[in-house]
C-alpha cells in the first residue's frame, strides 16, 4: 500500500482502510438508482480524502520509478 511506503502511521492506515472495507454504492441513470452493491476498488468520488490518496499513490509510485536504471525499464 502506498501510504505504508511513505511512512504513514500503522493506525492511520488502518482508519483508511476501515472507510473502504465495505462501501457499498449505487449507479445513477435517467431510468433511476440500480441496487446498491459493494465497491470493491476505487476510491469514494467527491471525498476530499480522494485527491489526497491520488497524491500519496502518485507520489509513491515517482519514488519507485526514479530508483529504476534506464535498462530496467520495459517498453
Do not use: D, P
Not at 502511521?9 to 454504492?25: N, Q, R
Not at 480522494?50 to 515517482?62: H, K, Q, W
Amino acid at each position: 500500500m502506498a501510504v505504508r511506503k511513505l511512512g504513514v502511521e500503522e493506525w492511520l492506515v488502518s482508519v483508511i482502510m476501515s472507510m473502504y472495507t465495505g462501501a457499498k454504492t449505487v449507479v445513477r441513470t435517467v431510468y433511476g438508482n440500480s441496487s446498491g452493491f459493494e465497491a470493491k476498488v476505487g476510491m469514494h468520488q467527491g471525498s476530499a480524502l480522494s485527491s489526497l490518496l491520488f497524491v500519496i499513490v502518485m507520489e509513491a509510485t515517482s519514488r519507485e520509478l526514479s530508483g529504476l536504471t534506464l535498462g530496467a525499464v520495459v517498453c
